[in-house]
């Protein structure tokens, strides 16, 4: 059935099974098999055979259409509007499509529904790209129709809905519900349309502002519009209401400056508002999910399109703020049913708040400072206590209701919201908070005398409960209290209001807890824990914490050294000349908040965050998510340039410097923790060798890298046998793994060279006899591999040895004998058969890791590859060798199948052409062919990255054997000798890179355009074939248009490879592309 859609030729099949079938199904193949060929063969149809079938699609509409089913309907109006999108500017009857579905409109009930079918699918057509045009013929067709048409289209949206509200149309009660939809769509639509060419993101939840045209101001403006809306919404039921306000949502965003003077924009703004009052007095229609939804977009979108100050000289605001206080109190009190909800709720009051400094007190309503003040004091209060009182009805509704806290993605979204409403009103709100916090930390004590050191699963069953109320509940305060305190700005405005003293209180009390949670874990040896979720949440609060208060150890406790070097690092380094004089005002802020803290100087206070730290770690090896954003946490504090000097006076990092073994940290033990491992060292070494990182811990890089190097010196002396013992399995992942976060943090020569020399010449060569023994192991080899990679991977320049030193060459040869070890082995295992699920895991995987492991070490710049031929060592050689055999032993298909594998394997070829052609051209003819099929795929591949590997590849090609054809050298006969195997080599190239820049997608087009150049000058005869070719597969028109921009091609490009000459050829064959793409036949 698909050679239906594989050339032009078919159309009349097509068109008379469309005609003669009665089965729908084969009615909807040819439909789509229409639009395909009429996408991909535009060029071969003239103008008026565009029209014939247009007009045909359209009669068959009006004849058959009432009588079909859905689908082949939907089908057929999306080949209609393809072919006016395509056909805009060919002929002005494709501009009156509209003009023709009025008639539509204008018949019986059923074409009326057909034709807003119509309508709904054009404006779509013309407002989302089609692939494989370029944005610019998209933006120009649809600026041209939301200049024609669009305006006409909205208004017959509108007219249907008007004549649907006053019953102009009769039909039953089934077809106005259709109706309606199709209208209130059309006219979401309509709103919708991306007037300026800003390609909105659908998946964004915020509408922007709509830049509606000028010409729609009488319509936007007019009263009876958004009456009509707001009519439309109380009178039906879902979706049609929701699209109904969905419809006011969008009418309310519009532009600012549509309409002409303030006071139309007042008036608008006071309709708005009145209705929204009238709403939410009558509840109307609230009681559905959907509608309730999109209420709560619009008044979450109310403040952003419109200014305080202008909301607040309409007319009843006060009662609209009074009542939209009240419905947010309702849905937060209900929030079983608006958990998606309320964080919109939560924006609308953001948006105020925020907008209160900017607004004169005397303009508008009298008093409504006060008032929004009381109304947001309700709003956080309801939140708080409703949030508090979640935790006792989750637990007694036994697993009936989902809990709030479970649900990340609206939690998030309502803690961003709080801090600037909280902020507002902070006294009143701290204090509640306060009034909350203290007798739930009292009953917690209690609760933990009580428990001792048992676990919270051996007590009795009603203890239980009352234990995970209370922590249910100090959950949500330490989330609350967590983002109250992330929300303190540094900015100058803000400073000075006495605010970092309710931070202190705030925070004195999630400190306790996490010391009375802290205290009860250690002192039970891990056996008295908290709820997993409790921990989370201190763990939100540490981080807030850090971004605030963590940034000024250094300029405070006046420890100025490196505060010069490190200065640009910082975030708010001062200069060092303001330490000196009186402190500044950031200062005393800073120190205000400690002092109110009274939990000691900020030192004691960072080495209570970090004991705890260090405590998660100790006690929740198995809590993956607990590690994991513990380690995080760590992770940013000793990125942070103040805060990781803080860290280094800390008595726990220098315990984890000492200790990070197993037999503390069991967590490092935990097979699914794996990737922690690299995590934690890695973070550790970046302190370690931060700037005195060595003294302050007092501990060299030699001593913390003992317990490593220890590990690998035990499991080297082992026998094969024993290697191979299951007891060696944990320790060898494991320690490859820290090694690879070591090898992670070294980001220049001198720390690079401390590992290096702790390394070689000891315990390099374990490495390949790993990969030997283990190579049947995914797990095992992974992390070999890993490291190696992390290793032998030159970045930022730092492996860099000096010009005397064997090392560069020394740790390929490492890297050689593990490739190859790795490699035989896995040439020599049987191959599992494609289809089986575990052949990427088995074998894919090590390989493509083995590959990049070649590429980083081979790309690297710190080998001279020349010297391994030169005195017989067979180190290069025989990597290549095996990297080659493994690259050819995959099949093509699944070269493609699997991304990761693919990136490997292009990135080796591209390597062996770059650097190794003589390696490749000494290669048989059938492997060196084999070779040039996978780049050929590659080229085609619609990912740019392998795309541009393969068009690199086939540029080095074309550039040697231009530069140095007719030479004598070695690599130049066995060029030629393949090149006389398989004489269309270039030509075929040729005819594929100049087939994907005409043809193929314009996402690839760049990295295609690169080996033109030297392919043509390499195989002049190639390009003048394909020319021909290209010639006699077009019509004589088109024949001299091609000629003529070939030859705008071909001017002035001169026989060279320099790069001007290539960035000129470049330049001109994107505008070759445009100009042929225009008229071109397929």
Not at 793 to 810: E, M, W, Y
Request: charged content about 20%.
């Amino acid at each position: 059935l698909l050679s239906l859609q594989s050339s032009s030729d078919f159309i009349p099949q097509c068109q008379y099974i469309l005609d003669n079938s009665s089965n729908m199904y084969a009615r909807l193949v040819a439909s789509n098999s229409l639009t395909e060929l009429i996408t991909n063969y535009w060029n071969s149809f003239t103008v008026a055979q565009r029209i014939d079938i247009r007009n045909y699609v359209l009669g068959y509409l009006a004849n058959q259409g009432p009588s079909m089913q859905d689908f082949v309907v939907t089908s057929l109006i999306k080949l209609v509007c393809r072919i006016t999108k395509l056909g805009w500017f060919d002929d002005p009857t494709h501009r009156e499509l509209a003009d023709d579905v009025t008639k539509f409109l204008q018949a019986t009930v059923d074409h009326c529904i057909l034709g807003l079918k119509i309508l709904n699918q054009l404006v779509d057509e013309l407002n989302i790209p089609t692939s494989g045009r370029t944005l610019t013929q998209h933006r120009k067709s649809s600026v041209s129709f939301r200049d024609v048409c669009l305006f006409k289209v909205f208004q017959l949206g509108l007219t249907t809905l008007k004549q649907l509200q006053t019953s102009a149309i009769v039909a039953n009660p089934a077809q106005q519900a259709i109706l309606g939809e199709r209208a209130l769509s059309l006219t979401v639509r309509c709103l919708n349309f991306d007037f300026i060419g800003t390609n909105p993101d659908e998946s964004t939840e915020d509408v922007g502002t709509i830049q509606a045209p000028t010409s729609w101001r009488t319509v936007l403006q007019d009263p009876a519009t958004t009456e009509l809306l707001f009519d439309f919404y109380a009178k039906t039921e879902p979706p049609r209401s929701s699209k109904a306000m969905e419809a006011v949502i969008l009418i309310s965003s519009i532009r600012r400056s549509l309409f002409p003077t303030d006071k139309d924009r007042a008036a608008f703004l006071g309709r708005l508002i009145g209705g929204i009052r009238e709403l939410l007095k009558n509840q109307t229609g609230l009681q559905h999910q959907d509608n309730y939804h999109q209420f709560c977009r619009l008044l979450g979108r109310l403040k952003a399109n419109y200014q305080l100050s202008e909301m607040v000289k309409t007319e009843g605001y006060l009662e609209w703020l009074e009542l939209a206080a009240n419905f947010t109190v309702q849905s937060i009190r209900n929030w079983q049913y608006s958990t998606n909800s309320i964080h919109y709720l939560l924006a609308l009051w953001g948006r105020l708040v925020a907008a209160v400094p900017y607004v004169r007190p005397e303009t508008g309503a009298r008093g409504h400072v006060q008032h929004l003040e009381k109304q947001v004091l309700l709003v956080a209060e309801t939140y708080i206590e409703a949030m508090l009182g979640s935790v006792e009805t989750v637990l007694r509704s036994d697993g009936a209701l989902d809990d709030p806290l479970d649900d990340e993605g609206s939690l998030k979204e309502q803690l961003d919201r709080l801090p600037v409403i909280c902020r507002f009103q902070y006294g009143p709100i701290a204090n509640l908070i306060l009034q909350k916090f203290d007798p739930l930390l009292g009953q917690y004590r209690e609760l933990m005398a009580h428990m001792g050191t048992n676990s919270t699963e051996s007590a009795p069953q009603d203890v239980q409960q009352r234990l995970a109320i209370v922590e249910g509940q100090l959950i949500w305060l330490t989330y609350l209290v967590g983002t109250i305190v992330g929300g303190h700005s540094w900015s100058s405005a803000h400073m000075g209001e006495g605010e970092e003293t309710i931070d202190a209180s705030l925070s004195r009390r999630a400190l306790q807890l996490a010391q009375g949670v802290d205290y009860r874990l250690t002192s039970s040896n891990g056996v008295g824990r908290s709820d997993p979720r409790l921990e989370l949440a201190l763990l939100y609060y540490f981080q807030n914490f850090r971004r605030v208060y963590m940034f000024m150890w250094d300029q405070v406790s006046g420890s100025s050294s490196g505060s010069t070097s490190g200065g640009t690092v910082s975030v708010v380094a001062m200069n060092v000349a303001k330490l000196d004089s009186a402190p500044s005002t950031k200062q005393k802020v800073y120190q205000r908040m400690f002092d109110h803290l009274q939990m000691g100087d900020h030192t004691a206070v960072a080495n209570l965050i970090v004991t705890k730290m260090g405590n998660d770690l100790k006690f929740w090896p198995e809590e993956q998510e607990i590690v994991g954003k513990t380690l995080e946490l760590l992770h940013d504090m000793a990125g942070g340039y103040s805060s990781s000097k803080l860290l280094l006076t800390l008595e726990t990092v220098r315990y984890l410097a000492r200790h990070h073994t197993e037999d503390q940290f069991p967590f490092l033990s935990v097979p699914a923790n794996t990737r922690h491992r690299t995590t934690f060292h890695s973070t550790l070494t970046r302190l370690l060798l931060s700037p005195n990182g060595e003294e302050k811990l007092g501990l060299t890089f030699e001593q913390f890298m003992e317990p490593l190097v220890n590990t690998l010196g035990q499991i080297g002396t082992l026998s094969q046998a024993d290697l191979r013992s299951e007891n060696c399995r944990r320790p060898l992942i494991g320690v490859f793994r820290d090694l690879r976060g070591v090898a992670a943090s070294l980001h220049n020569r001198r720390t690079y060279g401390f590992l290096f020399e702790l390394l070689h010449p000891n315990h390099l060569p374990l490495l390949s006899k790993v990969a030997d023994i283990w190579h049947d192991q995914p797990d095992v080899i992974i992390s070999v591999l890993r490291f190696l990679h992390e290793f032998c991977h030159n970045k930022a320049n730092r492996v860099n040895f000096d010009q005397s030193s064997p090392n560069g060459i020394l740790l390929f040869r490492a890297t050689s004998d593990v490739v190859c070890a790795f490699g035989r082995r896995l040439l020599a295992a049987p191959r599992p058969s494609s289809d089986s699920q575990a052949i990427y895991k088995t074998r894919y995987k090590g390989m493509s890791l083995a590959l990049n492991v070649l590429n980083s070490a081979l790309g690297g710049n710190y080998v001279c590859f020349g010297v391994f031929g030169l005195y017989n060592d067979p180190a290069l050689e025989n990597s290549l060798d095996v990297a080659l055999q493994m690259a050819l032993s995959v099949p093509l298909e699944d070269v493609v199948a699997y991304p990761k594998l693919s990136k490997a394997y292009y990135g080796f070829i591209e390597i062996l052409f770059r650097n190794h052609k003589k390696t490749v051209f000494a290669l048989d003819t059938t492997i060196f062919m084999q070779l040039m099929t996978a780049v050929h795929e590659g080229l085609q591949s619609s990912d740019a990255t392998l795309s541009s590997l393969c068009a690199n590849t086939i540029d080095h090609l074309a550039t040697f054997y231009f530069t140095f054809n007719g030479k004598e050298k070695l690599e130049v006969h066995n060029l030629n000798k393949h090149l006389a195997a398989q004489p269309n080599l270039f030509s075929s190239l040729t005819a594929t890179l100049f087939n994907l820049l005409l043809f193929g997608p314009p996402q690839n087009h760049w990295a295609v355009i690169r080996p033109m150049l030297s392919l043509m000058l390499a195989s002049e005869t190639s390009f003048a074939a394909y020319k021909d070719h290209l010639l006699s597969s077009q019509s004589a028109d088109n024949q001299a248009k091609l000629n003529e921009a070939l030859n705008k091609l071909l001017a002035d490009v001169n026989r060279s490879l320099d790069s001007a000459n290539r960035d000129r050829f470049t330049q001109k064959l994107t505008a070759f592309r445009v100009t042929a793409r225009a008229f071109l036949t397929l």
